[in-house]
């Protein structure tokens, strides 16, 4: 056998673990914009955008479910942004 290049056999999970990712650091923005901003204005961007991380653990980069993924992630965002705006 031919030996593999180095992190050939991690590369399925370094995908994984990215995406995983994305879900903590989610909870945790909505967490402390909630903190500073209070829960009610926070609530409905940090749902769609929380909703939508958990979508992106399996259908990030394929038709259509990742397209309708990253447009949830933007749209969390989106009203996130406009909710802590004083």
Do not use: D, K, N
Request: net charge positive.
């Amino acid at each position: 056998m031919f030996p593999l290049p180095a992190g050939t056999l991690l590369l399925p999970v370094r995908g994984l673990i990215g995406s995983a990712g994305f879900l903590p650091a989610s909870v945790a923005t909505t967490a402390a914009l909630a903190s500073h901003h209070g829960g009610r204005r926070v609530a409905l961007g940090g749902t769609v955008l929380i909703a939508a991380s958990v979508l992106w653990l399996g259908s990030h980069i394929y038709w259509p479910e990742g397209v309708l993924t990253v447009l949830g992630l933007s749209l969390g965002v989106g009203l996130l942004t406009v909710s802590t705006q004083r």
